[in-house]
């Protein structure tokens, strides 16, 4: 594969991921009159962007420029997220199966399930998430225009 094929699918999957990025927390539906975003939100986010980045990985995964090699920025970056994240699948899953089962309101809920270690783990998680999103929005730019 060239270098310019290689380029336009590290383009195409930076443009693939940004949406998801970028997106809005708002699962699961909260109860009426609670604002969010809710602890449960912002871990079923998490989820959902290694979830994503994950399928476009893969979708890419015989671009030269997606290989998680240190020499491929999108690549390893890509292959370190998805580690970190990966990670984090399964408390993310306990936390949505408990969260389908509460019987407390929203934070006597967040106060049971999420101590504070737990938040922290889940704001490293969405820096790393913004970090991720920066850079793709850089793959997005054409490098030669002004910006």
């Known amino acids: 594969m060239d270098s310019g094929d290689a380029r336009a699918d590290a383009t195409a999957a930076a443009t693939a991921l940004l949406p998801t990025l970028r997106a809005d927390v708002d ?62 699948d399964r408390t993310a899953d306990e936390l949505e199966s408990l969260w389908d089962r509460r019987t407390t309101g929203v934070a006597a809920w967040e106060r049971a399930h999420l101590p504070t270690a737990v938040r922290e783990h889940i704001i490293a998680l969405e820096e790393l998430a913004r970090a991720l999103c920066t850079l793709c929005f850089d793959m997005t730019l054409d490098p030669h225009e002004p910006h």
Request: no cysteine; proline share 10%.
């Open 27 to 88: 699962a699961p539906v909260l109860p009426p009159g609670v604002t969010g975003p809710a602890w449960i939100q912002r871990s079923v986010r998490i989820a959902h962007i290694h979830t994503t980045t994950g399928t476009v990985a893969h979708h890419y995964r015989h671009s030269d420029e997606l290989d998680g090699h240190p020499a491929q920025p999108l690549g390893y970056a890509l292959a370190a997220v998805m580690s970190v994240l990966r990670d984090f």
